[in-house]
């Protein structure tokens, strides 16, 4: 409880390394959002700026081309949530929390993001596939916030 | 000024309290966005994707509900400016600045950010409130950003 | 290889210190785009609230000001972009990395992420060079995580 920071930043601390890893997979997979984006982009011809239309003739810029902008959501989504997960999971290590339950929310938080992404933007599920898996990371998400405000009080 | 970082990230240190407190505060507060924005959504029945229209036969897609859209802005906002206090407040903390200083800019960028989203987007509130209380939260992140910079070379 | 992250969040890392730099310079940078935005919104009086037309009678509400979008679309393209750095560079620090290499990446996705800035959002370039500043940053972004992933396994 008490323990140092600097006691828990730590390779030998198998939380901090299990939350390295969830966290630098998941860091992967929202910068492959941008690649998902542009592929769309070229795909359907469809770009956001003037100078981006300079392929083909039929390149054009719109705004509501539903295969970019349901990728843009996921994207969006994304920063919304594995973002601040960075931050709270970052700070939950530092509270020293139990290893099992550590360890099993960073994975459930990796797992749910990529399965959200999955159904949103890969191949579209039925709700509420994409409902279940946002609200399984968010409430991981907000239960380590909250656990890092008690113990910062 | 020359201490450790390691000194720093420590739980006896004020300043780092104060700055865990502040920021996950601010985390909690970001992810009620995801569930206001929901709320709006169910409220207004109006939602981004043909899938989630599942509820009721007046569930509809559109994306310029103005209720929908004032969350919708809130929120990114959020992202623009609470993500990088987490960075700058982080980095400020390792550059061992005075406590009452840094202790009173964490609760100051705190309660401004708070207040940034009541009168955006629970509560309209003429201008120039949501200017200030974004001023209030801005120009602090920025010099801590600019302290850092400064140390850092 | 094994060093603890104690050993490497510290003023006499190199790595790090050269990590703190950039990563400031980025945060800067980035916040200055709420003030272009700000003033893309006063010049061409056009904003996103009823609440904020205030100023002049000419003041109006408009979604689709090229101006104002294209210096947002650049500073959404931050958030996908540098906020993930942030991460993925005090990762990559704790990874114990070459000095030359680190230093070298570092400096590239700062120096990337500013020209991405001033092509898009300043004075339009023709592309290639948005693309190749984009990519220029997001590489060695991805490098980073991958680096992370693997030495977390």
């Known amino acids: 409880m008490a323990k140092d920071a600097l006691d828990l930043l730590n390779f030998k601390n198998e939380v901090f390394k299990s939350y390295l890893f969830w966290s630098s997979v998941l860091l992967l997979k929202m910068l492959l959002m941008s690649l998902l984006t542009g592929l769309q982009r070229f795909r359907t011809q469809t770009f956001a700026n003037p100078e981006d239309c300079i392929l083909t003739k039929k390149d054009k810029i719109a705004y509501d081309n539903p295969h970019i902008e349901?990728?843009?959501?996921?994207?969006?989504?994304?920063?919304?949530?594995?973002?601040?997960?960075?931050?709270?999971?970052?700070?939950?290590?530092?509270?020293?929390?139990?290893?099992?339950?550590?360890?099993?929310l960073f994975r459930l938080v990796g797992v749910a993001r990529i399965i959200?992404?999955?159904?949103?933007?890969?191949?579209?599920?039925?709700?509420?596939?994409?409902?279940?898996?946002?609200?399984?990371?968010?409430?991981?998400?907000?239960?380590?916030?909250?656990?890092?405000?008690i113990f910062a009080l």
């Not at 159904?119 to 579209?124: H, P, T």
């Not at 994409?130 to 991981?140: H, K, L, M, N, Y």
Request: charged fraction near 10%; charge should be positive; aromatic fraction near 14%.
């Open 70 to 104: 349901r990728v843009r959501r996921a994207h969006r989504n994304d920063m919304e949530n594995i973002l601040p997960f960075f931050t709270a999971g970052f700070f939950y290590v530092l509270t020293n929390p139990s290893a099992l339950l550590a360890i099993n």
């Open 116 to 149: 959200h992404t999955i159904v949103y933007a890969v191949v579209v599920v039925p709700q509420p596939a994409r409902g279940i898996s946002f609200f399984a990371a968010f409430i991981p998400t907000v239960y380590m916030a909250l656990q890092v405000a």
